[in-house]
């Protein structure tokens, strides 16, 4: 079991492209949150080159998900090393519904809240294709945009449907400029949580 210590619980879901990093970044310090990106904690981890780092480079590049035990232990190594913050954002997880039923098992936690960015693919190979020209990201290039939408539709799709059952998700469409899909989701979380008061000197 993992104590969260009344600290909340955010998964971060969409495309790819969808804004996930852009926006979480601004929201865990407006909201004083740990970020913590799945895709990020898998980059690492190949760039340690290490055999499994090797392994998940080739599914990764090719739109796959990696075994969800992977990122099970790596997030749960990341949120035990956490500095203290009013909770945290998993950006990227859980991707399919067993890997989120797993990880609530593992660690005896059920998230707080779902965000979800909405975007529709040609917006999505629009950014992606533009940020692939500098981010070196072996997986920014059309075919594997497509597949991973694909992954995204079909594999996660369905945990975002498992949480709006239970009330859970905050929809967000994000093909809108940065700063209209920040205010947007800004606003659609303190709704979500009307009880959270901000520090002093947020501007929420
Ligand atoms: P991950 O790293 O999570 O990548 P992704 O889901 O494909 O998403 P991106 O990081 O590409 O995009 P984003 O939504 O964060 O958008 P961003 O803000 O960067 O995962 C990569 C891979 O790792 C997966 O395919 C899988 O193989 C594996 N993996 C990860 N998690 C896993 C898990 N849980 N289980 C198994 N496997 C897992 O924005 C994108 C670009 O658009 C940027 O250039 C940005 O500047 C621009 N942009 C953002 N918002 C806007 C806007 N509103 N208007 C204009 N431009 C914008």
Redesign the pocket.
Known sequence: AFDLGGRKLIFVL????????????RIAVELNLTHL???????AEVARGTPLGAE?NK??????????A??IDL?RSAMSASPGSAGFLI??????LD?GLAFESALSLTPDAVLF?D?PLP??EQ??L??GET?G?A??NLA??QK?FR??ETQSMPVVMHYKAQGKVVWVS?????E??YAMTRGMLMQHFPQWVPEPGLKL
């Open positions: 969409g495309g790819p492209g969808s804004g996930k990093g852009t926006q979480c970044a990106s799945a895709g990020d904690l898998l980059r998940l599914l990764m590049a090719e739109g796959q998900l990696v075994p969800m992977v990122t997030l950006d990227g997880f859980p991707r399919e890997q960015f975007c917006v999505l950014r992606l533009k940020r981010s990201r997986d920014d594997s945009i991973r992954t995204f994000s093909a809108h400029a940065v209209t899909v």
